[in-house]
């Protein structure tokens, strides 16, 4: 039987659903039920519970830690994020959140207390010192992002978001779904013209320098050489950090993969995930079972 604050934690899963791997639907989709039990969820957190010090937890931010908001400068973690993150830093071997957000929006929000934030998906991060620092690499493309930053100011489609993030650009047409096709034509044409590289996201599309870094590479680093390594995610960036799981678990290690549940989440992300939760509330609520 829980203690009363575990179970307090419990309920505030909302719905917790679990992927059947001996039954599936007709759209090739895993079984869900409305509640996993509080003996499958102690289950697949048990080996990062027995040996913290041998685990890392790793997380996104958007639709992960924070509520997704049509105004991606409005995005803020829930009240009780930063506290949990150190909370858990305390405890774990390593903790991170990986995001498509530059690293400095991160730290902002955030604070640091022991927890490694990556922005960029992996091109800057926080060092221990609490400053940004980038890539090398993909530093050398910042003057190019920046004049695509430019022309997308003067000539984006209508209805689309131009987000500047230093070493990647992101255009968001969350407000005007309409706008998707022509988004992806400028971002492709841009691409084109300069060798950034596109990269689909939730009612986005992204412009990155063609330098091999994803969240996957965060997170195969992060977890080499510890026993568990667990991510949360909730959109398509977040499947190569499921990938780098992958590779993990053929190492050895137990891989614990999150997958964060809301109207618009990739079906292969839910699909492939060991554990979904319903949205940032859910998400917290999983991490908290690891520190209580």
């Known amino acids: ?95 991170a959140v990986v995001s498509g957000r530059p690293a400095a929006f991160l730290l902002d929000h955030l604070g640091a207390g022991g927890v490694s934030l990556h922005g960029i998906y992996g091109l800057e991060a926080v060092d221990r010192d609490g400053r940004v620092v980038a890539n090398a690499d993909a530093a050398s493309w910042a003057p190019v992002v920046a004049d695509v930053a430019e022309r997308g100011r003067l000539r984006a489609p209508a209805g689309v978001t131009v987000e500047p993030k230093g070493l990647s650009l992101t255009l968001h047409f969350r407000g005007s779904p309409s706008a998707d096709d022509e988004a992806r034509a400028w971002v492709e044409a841009e691409a084109a013209r300069t060798g950034l590289v596109v990269h689909a996201g939730r009612r986005s599309y992204e412009l990155r320098p063609p330098v091999p870094l994803d969240k996957g590479t965060v997170v195969e680093e992060l977890g080499a050489g510890l026993d568990a390594v667990c991510f949360a995610g909730d959109d398509v960036g977040d499947l190569a950090a499921f990938d780098a799981l992958d590779r993990l678990a053929r190492r050895g290690a137990c891989a614990l993969r999150v997958g964060v549940r809301s109207a618009e989440a990739p079906d292969e992300l839910l699909e492939r995930a060991d554990i979904v939760v319903e949205g940032p509330e859910g998400a917290v609520a999983l991490l908290e079972r690891l520190v209580v």
């Open 1 to 95: 039987m829980g203690t009363p604050s575990s179970m307090v934690s419990m309920s505030r899963l909302l719905c917790l659903l679990v992927r059947s791997p001996s039954a599936r639907s007709r759209a090739g989709e895993g079984t869900v039920r409305p509640m996993a039990s509080p003996d499958r969820v102690a289950a697949v957190l048990e080996p990062f519970v027995r040996r913290p010090e041998r685990a890392a937890v790793v997380t996104d931010f958007d639709g992960t830690l924070a509520p997704i908001v049509t105004d991606p400068a409005a995005a803020r973690p829930l009240a009780v994020v930063p506290d949990l993150l150190r909370r858990l830093a305390a405890r774990f071997a390593r903790v």
